[in-house]
């Protein structure tokens, strides 16, 4: 084992948006497999039929990609461990099946589901542990006629016998499971799907799997699998179950926390590098408490044992905090292309306006943008007429002295010209001569008037960015809308 190359999977069921839980999950595998050259493979667990859709699937590859998760062998990319789609690895499981029930681990069950959920409630009123007793494990073939003649059609279970389950989790330590708690469990249901613990170690097997990496709410699968591992006489991988991802609250990160997908995060204009980052340093510390992480310093530092034992709690503010700055270090031009769907979204035709100009903006309020999509609150001051004053806006126009000093900007503004720059600090000049106002009460009501708020990016750089004309449209519908 020792020289083996590494080869990790991630192995999601498509039932669903990928969750960040799940991306971290991934996101661990494919840093170990990079730390280590080794291999990471994505293989979808799709044998739940009602529950897997085509869309998912899709939506799961396009999340892993847009994360910048690229994965050696898989689904579309291929490999010579294929298929790597459980659905289509049926006949695999079949034959491996047959191979347990000829060593004589697996027998057929004829339980119907109701009496399965009457075995069960019973065991729980008597306060025993709610498992399988074993009803037809010892079947005679005339009972095992009669349960076909009345055309049931089997599941086949798994024999245990009583012992200790016992393995080394490289994040865990030493963990033990004592099989009484466990009863013969399914690995081939009645419509011929094999069971998650079943499928899975056949795959992890077959694939050369080195390292299983996942979340620790599979640890109880583990000691199931280690039980099919012994009877094929295979070598288990090395095991390692990370801490889940928890709400504020401390339970499981769900729904009622807000956002929990990657889909969602990326609609909202999370950057990629961002949530990438928030993720590899939940719930791990990196040496000198370093949180803005690059995926290459990800990859560096990589240790799988530092991912913390406990709970990892999810703090939005941190990812939101970090993703501001990816934001602001992306470089404008790419900036401008990440935020068009957004621009889009917030209503702007931007199809004729022009690039160069656009870029200027971008590059004044990207500071001010914490996710993409806060860039449609930014751009009303140059690409909308008729944009919207905020009442503290309206509030300051109420003032006769506010009043004057705009009207006094306008007025210089209209009967003189000079490049845009120039124009804005001769203007200001001209009101504070007129009005003797200085700081505050010489911008606000300028700010106020031409960009309808009172907060925002530079005065002087706004102006420029809008040039006389557009500045001067924009006063006079300042006085038409608080005048009206
Ligand atoms: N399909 C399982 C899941 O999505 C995979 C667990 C595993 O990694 O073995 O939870």
Known sequence: MKDKKTRVRFAPSPSGELHIGNARTALFNWLFARHRNGTFVLRVEDTDEARSDIVFQNNLYEDLKWLGLDWDEGPVKNGAYGPYRQSERLDIYKRHLISLMEKNLVYPCYCAQEELEEERQNLILS????????????????????????????????????????????????????????????????????AYNFAVVIDDHLMDITHVIRGEDHLSNTALQLLLYRAFGYNPPVFAHHSLIFGKDRTKLSKRHGSVSVGEFRKKGILPEALLNYLGILGTSYPNA?????????????????????????????????????????????????????????????????????????????????????????????????????????????????????????????????????????????????????????????????????????????????GKDAALKRLNNYFLQTTA
């Open 127 to 194: 306060k025993r542990m709610p498992r399988y007793m074993g009803k037809c494990r010892n079947l005679t073939d005339a009972e095992k006629n009669k349960k076909k003649n009345e055309g049931r059609v089997p599941s086949f279970r798994f024999k245990i016998e009583p012992q200790v389950i016992e393995f080394e989790d490289i994040i865990r330590g030493t963990v033990r499971f004592e099989s009484e708690a466990i009863g013969d469990f399914i690995i081939m249901r009645s419509n011929g799907m094999p």
């Open 290 to 466: 370093q949180e803005l992480l690059s995926r290459e310093e990800l990859i560096k530092h990589f240790s799988i044992e530092r991912a913390s034992k406990s709970g990892a709690v999810f703090d939005e503010d941190k990812l939101l905090w970090l993703n501001a700055i990816y934001i602001r270090n992306t470089e404008t031009r790419d900036l401008l292309l990440k935020l068009l769907p957004f621009i889009e979204s917030a209503g702007y035709d931007i199809s004729g306006v022009d690039e160069k100009w656009l870029i200027e903006i971008i590059d004044l309020v990207k500071t001010d943008l914490v996710i993409l999509s806060d860039i449609g609150n930014h751009l009303d001051i140059f690409l909308d007429d008729k944009y919207k004053l905020t009442n503290e806006a309206k509030e300051i126009i109420k003032n006769d002295e506010n009043s004057n000093v705009v009207r006094l900007f306008m007025e210089y503004l209209k009967n003189n010209n000079a490049e845009a720059g120039m124009l804005y600090s001769d203007a200001l000049k001209y009101v504070k001569r007129q009005t003797n106002k200085k700081g505050k009460d010489l911008f606000m009501p300028i700010r106020a008037a031409l960009t309808g708020k009172t907060t925002g990016p530079q005065l002087d750089k706004i102006f420029s960015i809008l």
